[in-house]
């Protein structure tokens, strides 16, 4: 089995910071991407950011130039650094990972979800 366990969320002033993180465990034959979503009360969940095992990146329209993901390999945790922080960014922030198992000598490839760590912007 595998894991993703979070951690940084919590409640910072409108134009503060935050450090999320996300750590991988388990039974993991590699990790092929990571990243994060967040879903607001009574909205969608939404792509925040992903990060491929060779480095690229992507980013929703709404967060691009303010947060920045990364991800040590060594260590296999996907970070995501929120800077300018805006009330609407307030969401609880799951981490999802693609990762690939041996079962029976044969490789496939599982989506993963962590557990939510809740993020408040707010005054």
């Known amino acids: 089995q595998v894991q993703l366990v979070e951690s940084g969320g919590g409640l910072v002033q409108p134009g503060g910071s935050l450090r999320l993180s996300c750590a991988a465990s388990g039974s993991i034959f590699s990790i092929n991407a990571m990243g994060w979503y967040r879903q607001a009360p009574g909205k969608m969940r939404e792509l925040v950011a992903v990060?491929?095992?060779?480095?690229?990146?992507n980013y929703a329209d709404s967060v691009k130039g303010r947060f920045t993901i990364s991800m040590d390999n060594a260590k296999n945790t996907v970070y995501l650094q929120m800077n300018s922080l805006k009330p609407e960014d307030t969401a609880v922030y799951c981490c999802?990972?693609?990762?690939?198992?041996?079962?029976?000598?044969?490789?496939?490839?599982?989506?993963?979800w962590g557990q939510g760590t809740q993020v408040t912007v707010s005054s």
């Open positions: 990060i491929t095992s060779k480095g690229s990146t």
């Open positions: 999802h990972a693609k990762i690939t198992r041996l079962v029976v000598g044969r490789e496939y490839e599982y989506d993963y």
